[in-house]
């Protein structure tokens, strides 16, 4: 039925919630549901689990910029259609996964792929750099410090050998937030790019008492730094910039408290969290550089800073350890001494249970 904007809730349809989850289901992953017996990663991006049906599914996982077009998803199902019946399905971190069910249809799916140029990289599996799990950033958001799609390209550029290879001790997962809003993972990744501000808020007064609710800006503040203020005739707010550590909360809450500047903002790289239960405990990740220029279109320091990084954990780091175990097992200080990172005032938490990170022990390595 047409929508009618003259009587808006005429045959409104509503609350239908998504399609059923298994109504895609290739009929293989259909037949099989909950009888999985065993998987293996047969090369880089190649999976095949076996049933206790004897059946077998085989998966190809591929790199996506995940911001896609039509056009690009509408190729995704022409080789779905060619090679997979008509399947496909995408991956919490955002690659692409075509399966067969015939060991034979594995070949001729990999050479299409392949034929592709770097369209379809296959990989993404085991140890590897897998997809950046990331966020909206100048595209689309209005709070950033900084751009996701970009960023991410040039890191994964770098990075690109380790998406199709196993050559890392353990995966690692790369994620980035353009704010610290953390829409994502960055909070929990093995390698996480932040956007930071560095400036407090420019209050726009006389906007202040017409666009926002007072109160909810106050409360958004996790210092406490701002409080009401009249100014002239408006009813606006202070903020006491010696409180102020640029979170942006505020901005969140009141467009009229702007604080995006092109040289005050950046990137902060966080470092050795983990959301698995494997071995040690899932932990957050953890400040490694506090602050590097945004240096678009390709962010070299960003990039170089984080390919060191994972590249000493790759030569230090024992078998199966993440990043957060490494770094763990040989203590901050060798983190900080064998990347070359230098150590900072702003490493050391300073926000109401701080006090738990800080030393209280007499081991530590000179
Ligand atoms: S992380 Fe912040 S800037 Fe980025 S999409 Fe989320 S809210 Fe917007
Ligand atoms: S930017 Fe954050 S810390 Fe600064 S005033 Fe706003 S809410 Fe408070």
């Not at 009141?254 to 990137?267: Q, S």
Request: glycine share 6%; hydrophobic share 35%.
């Amino acid at each position: 039925m047409p929508f009618d904007p003259s009587d808006i809730m005429k045959d409104r349809i509503t609350d239908i919630g998504p399609p059923k989850y298994d109504k895609f289901f290739p009929p293989v992953i259909k037949e099989n549901y909950g009888k999985w017996k065993y998987h293996e990663i047969l090369e880089p991006g190649v999976l095949v689990h076996v049933s206790e049906t004897g059946a077998e599914v085989y998966t190809v996982r591929v790199g996506a910029a995940r911001l896609l077009s039509v056009d690009l998803i509408r190729d995704i199902c022409d080789i779905a259609d060619k090679h997979c019946d008509g399947y496909v399905r995408w991956t919490t971190r955002n690659n692409i996964e075509f399966l067969v069910d015939d060991k034979a249809k594995l070949k001729p799916l990999i050479d299409e792929l392949k034929s592709r140029g770097n369209w379809f990289p296959i990989g993404g599996t085991g140890a590897s750099v897998t997809n950046v799990v990331h966020t909206q950033g100048w595209i689309h958001c209005h709070t950033p410090a900084i751009d996701a799609s970009g960023i991410v390209k040039a890191v994964m550029d770098e990075l690109f050998e380790y998406f199709g290879s196993h050559k890392l001790p353990a995966q690692v997962r790369i994620s980035l937030a353009c704010c610290l809003n953390m829409c994502g993972a960055v909070h929990c990744s093995d390698i996480a790019i932040l956007g930071v501000h560095r400036k407090p808020p420019i209050i726009e007064h006389e906007r202040v008492q017409n666009v926002c609710e007072i109160p909810l800006v106050i409360a958004a503040c996790p210092t406490a730094a701002i409080k009401p203020k009249k100014v002239g005739d408006y009813k606006s707010v202070e903020i006491n910039e010696n409180r102020c550590m640029f979170c942006g909360n505020c901005y969140t809450m009141c467009p009229a408290l702007p604080l995006a500047d092109g040289e005050g903002d950046g990137i902060a790289l966080w470092i050795g969290g983990k959301v698995s239960n494997s071995r040690v405990p899932p932990k957050f990740s953890k400040l490694a550089v506090p602050y590097i220029p945004n240096e678009p279109p390709r962010w070299p320091t960003t990039v170089q800073t984080i390919k060191k990084m994972l590249e000493t954990y790759a030569s230090d780091a024992k078998r199966y350890e993440r990043i957060g175990e490494w770094i763990e097992r040989i203590g901050w200080e060798k983190f900080f001494e064998k990347t070359g990172i230098e150590f900072r005032h702003e490493h050391i938490d300073d926000y109401r249970l701080a006090m738990t990170t800080w030393r209280t022990t007499t081991q530590f390595r000179f």
